[in-house]
């Protein structure tokens, strides 16, 4: 019985350090999260630059997603995807459009409508400013991206370049500003937020931690004070 109480303490133990280095995880992960926020904050403030050549695409990812950039190019003449989305105006999709530049050809996520048009085919002459986004590939939460039937749920990049035979294109898509007094699609809708509760997490696993800790010395305690 006395053997039993020391082998429940041990695991007491065990338990209590395990817990404790959880909680160590996640202050880490918080710190890394902060340093996240202050890097994505600082982009957002900075002015906007051109977007990177095709010789550093392949190192694009999403330590560069939302750095401001401008770009300027002429649309190619290709029917728009649309990718359905919600946002704070309602429900319907985002109109993605190919734009041809001198550093090669990028998909601009031109804004929301609430409903399909065929009329915004894009063409002629456009100044984009707006935020690097990280492709989206396969679709959506328990929806597949349908290329054949056109229906799209995420905006999966080198997916919509095979669909409208853009050939290569950069491996990002810009979201689009707003465009004051526009009657076109609504750019400027990008929301970023980051969640951050790893310092309540940290503090959950600590305080668990604790609790084991204190029930393995209560253990241990009683034993010991039974065997003297």
Known sequence: MMRARWVLAGFALL???????LGVWQVERRAWKLALIDRVERRLAAPPVAPPPPSRWAAIGPDD???RLVVTGRWRKVPPVF????????????VISPLDTARGTILINRGF????????????SARV???IRVTEPGGAFLRHNDPAADRWYSRDVAAIAAARRLGPVA?????????????GPRGGLT???FRNNHLVYA???????????????????RTAGRSD
Do not use: C
């Open 129 to 131: 400013t707006g935020l």
């Open 83 to 94: 990718v359905q989305a919600v946002t704070d105006l309602g429900g319907g999709f985002w």
């Open 113 to 124: 409508v609430p409903r399909r048009d065929p009329a915004l085919v894009t063409e002629g």
């Open 15 to 21: 338990g209590a350090v395990l817990l404790a280095g």
């Open 203 to 221: 503090l959950t696993w600590f305080t668990l931690a604790a609790m084991m800790a204190y029930f393995a010395w209560r253990i241990a305690h």
């Open 171 to 183: 491996p990002f898509f810009v979201d689009a500003d707003a465009t004051p007094g526009s009657n």
């Open 65 to 67: 997603a939302y750095t």
């Open 191 to 193: 929301i970023v937020k």
